[in-house]
């Protein structure tokens, strides 16, 4: 179905008060339910576009977060918090009952897995719930958290239902998947298009009104399902080619080989192939969990989908091979893991942002510890982290400490790593070091 809205909507069946048009009802009020990563920038993008925003969140610590704009978003997005953090069309609030004040409802809640990489759809499910119980006629809900195919029915079509409410003619129900990228301003709202599925011609027009507020284009599919499988396809490509990248690297590495300059000189045909690059592991809210998603639900119904099993399970033991690789480089230092000194530099799942979850260093950190290793950690933007009972600090000076080895995991833009030339070992997570006399990759 096409993007572009035809000239005229048929409209019968829409009778609410003070609406007449979906770009009417896109311009009302937005409640925005979960204000995390996802949720708050864009709340701020609807604020930019001149909508009046409710933020939704169960914790009253976020909220006072926000108000305290000691949040983790993109320096545009502090500048548009600095702007709107006062303003009266900003509600913060953690009372649900406040969604009824909106036309239009987006559900931004995080989806992640438990420690068996078994979807935790406990947030979700709450947070729906909570839109149900309130919803009020003539608003739009709409899911944006990454879930399996069929969360939009179960969660909001088939509970509206059994409480009288006709999907499409009383509400109006759609699925437009989140493609927030933390940390990277060149994938900010503004510029990322989104995708929207919504049964009916109606409905996927109000839908596509709301979200060009803030994007530059909408694609419209037919059903929510169709856009579930669209976000699940996203990132489970992006996870089966990193799994690859870093299979590849350690190729490249028993060949003695850099794998960047070959990535790059790929990366030159026009056709055919799109750059991967290998790293320490898979961290952040999407690609170590939403595939996951796809294949919990395809077990159920005891379907294989065995390169996708393959690729998640490289992924979930990356860390182990990082661990093992500090392991090896120690002992060919004359070192063994009990008592050594290791430094991880960047903690933080990807370059830019102060975000641990399911940060690849966590993992690794751990492991090194039980194996006897003294770990400490330098990140300017993680101060503190936790690892087991304990609480590491970040170290402020690395370059005025003795470490039998550092591990480079992360590298903030900004960040100066000259003092690794010193060191006696450095071991390149990254694969982007300059060249070091101690230098060795994973």
Not at 66 to 93: G, I, K, N
Request: charged letters at 20%.
């Amino acid at each position: 179905m096409s993007s572009a809205l035809p000239p005229k909507l048929p409209h019968q069946g829409f009778a609410v008060p003070g609406i007449s048009s979906p770009a009417d009802h896109a311009s009302a009020a937005v409640a925005v339910v979960g204000l995390g990563y996802v949720g708050l920038p864009t709340a701020l993008a609807l604020l930019a576009a001149g909508n009046e925003v409710i933020g939704i969140d169960v914790s009253e610590s976020r909220l006072q977060a926000v108000r305290r704009r000691e949040v983790d978003l993109l320096p545009s997005d502090h500048e548009r918090l600095a702007d709107y953090v006062e303003d009266p069309r900003f509600t913060l609030t953690t009372d649900p009952a406040a969604i009824a004040g909106a036309r239009t409802v987006l559900v931004c809640v995080p989806t992640p897995v438990d420690r068996h990489l078994v979807p935790d759809l406990g947030a979700l499910t709450a947070a729906c719930a909570c839109v149900v119980e309130h919803a009020v006629p003539g608003q739009l809900l709409m899911l944006t958290s990454t879930t399996y195919v069929g969360t939009t029915r179960d969660l909001l079509v088939e509970p509206l239902a059994r409480r009288g409410m006709r999907v499409g003619g009383d509400v109006f129900v759609a699925f437009s998947p989140e493609r927030i990228d933390p940390g990277n301003a060149h994938h900010a709202h503004d510029r990322t298009p989104r995708v929207v599925g919504a049964a009916g011609e109606l409905t996927g027009a109000l839908a596509a009104a709301v979200l060009k507020r803030t994007a530059p284009a909408v694609h419209v599919l037919s059903s929510a399902e169709e856009a579930e499988m669209t976000k699940l396809w996203e990132n489970t490509f992006r996870a089966v080619n990193i799994a690859l990248a870093n299979e590849f690297a350690e190729d490249c590495r028993a060949l003695d080989l850099e794998p960047a300059p070959i990535i790059e000189a790929a990366a030159t045909k026009p056709y055919g192939f799109m750059p991967f690059y290998p790293g320490p592991g898979v961290g952040g809210h999407c690609i170590p969990c939403d595939p996951h998603y796809l294949l919990w639900q395809l077990r159920k119904q005891r379907i294989a989908s065995p390169l996708i099993d393959a690729a998640m399970t490289a992924i979930a033991g990356r860390p182990r091979q990082v661990a093992r690789r500090v392991r090896e480089q120690l002992a060919e230092h004359g070192r063994s893991a009990s008592g050594a000194r290791v430094l991880v530099v960047g903690v933080a799942y990807k370059p830019g942002v102060a975000d641990l979850r399911e940060s690849p260093a966590l993992e690794i950190l751990q492991e090194l510890a039980e194996e006897g290793a003294k770990v400490h950690f330098t990140d300017p933007l993680v101060p503190t982290l936790r690892l087991g009972p304990a609480v590491l600090s970040s170290v402020s000076e690395p370059e005025a400490e003795s470490w039998d080895l550092v591990l480079v995991h992360t590298a903030h833009p900004g960040v100066e790593l000259d003092w690794l030339a010193a060191q006696p070992a450095v071991l390149d997570a990254t694969y982007r070091l300059a060249p070091l006399s101690a230098k060795a990759v994973v």
